[in-house]
């Protein structure tokens, strides 16, 4: 890991209208992310970590603030839904606590799916597809529909699609929370695995106090401000 900066995110704040009041769930947040740091953020339910990530990963807006991804403004680069698309397509990995997985297509068309979306050759993609599923441990289970897969083998599915377009940002959002104990360490053993495999930069967001040790850092989300938990 080096300490040089992938992220730094600058006096964020997020405010949501509900009826008359006001809900603020972040106030002049500051952080940064190192490459090859995983970073781990943890909290109470409700403080803002999903909506956290969501603004990270250029899913949704602040209020006021500014997150850098190098040196690109990624604030300014959200008003061209376009830019910000290829962005997320480029940069980012993304891993929720529910997989997304598309119910009518294969296992290995799920995870090629966003090279197929960028115009890339039917053979070429299903063929990195299927590389990141033994990557995975699922190459046999590749022509297998969401639905005929167990919740650890549709999160593993998930995770090789977040990252076949081999992006430099991991966010993962509770990736073992609708998992059971052993299925979900075996889950997140990969992630780490492949964290380090891939020199990636990751932010974590668990309520499982041992994964977040396992991480390199840990900050708790209180009061709208992120501290060293």
């Known amino acids: 890991m080096t300490t040089t900066p992938l992220l730094c995110v600058e006096h964020l704040k997020k405010v949501y209208q509900t009826g008359k009041q006001d809900l603020v769930l972040f106030d002049d947040l500051s952080f940064e992310l190192g490459k090859g740091e995983m970073l781990a953020i943890v909290g109470e339910s409700g403080t803002g ?39 997320r397509g480029r940069e980012l990995g993304y891993v929720w606590q529910f997989h997304y997985l598309l119910p009518e297509f294969s296992a290995v068309e799920n995870v090629a799916m966003s090279l197929f979306m960028r115009g ?86 668990t309520h499982n106090p041992e994964f977040a040790r396992r991480c390199d850092r840990v900050l708790r989300l209180v009061g709208g401000k992120l501290v060293a938990a």
Do not use: Y
């Open 49 to 87: 970590k999903s909506t956290l990530l969501h603004i990270l990963g250029a899913l949704d807006t602040s209020n006021s603030g500014e997150i850098w991804f190098g040196n690109m403004a990624i604030h300014s680069l959200l008003r061209d839904e376009a830019k910000a698309a290829e962005f």
């Open 120 to 205: 890339e050759a039917q053979t070429s993609a299903r063929n990195k597809a299927m590389e990141w599923l033994k990557t995975v441990g699922l190459a046999e289970r590749a022509e297998h529909r969401p639905g005929e897969l167990s919740g650890g083998e549709q999160q593993r599915v998930a995770l090789a699609r977040a990252l076949i377009a081999e992006p430099k940002l991991l966010l993962a959002d509770e990736p073992t929370g609708d998992l059971d104990v052993k299925t979900g360490e075996m889950v997140f053993g990969l992630i780490h695995d492949l964290h380090s495999k891939l020199g990636l930069s990751s932010i974590i967001v």
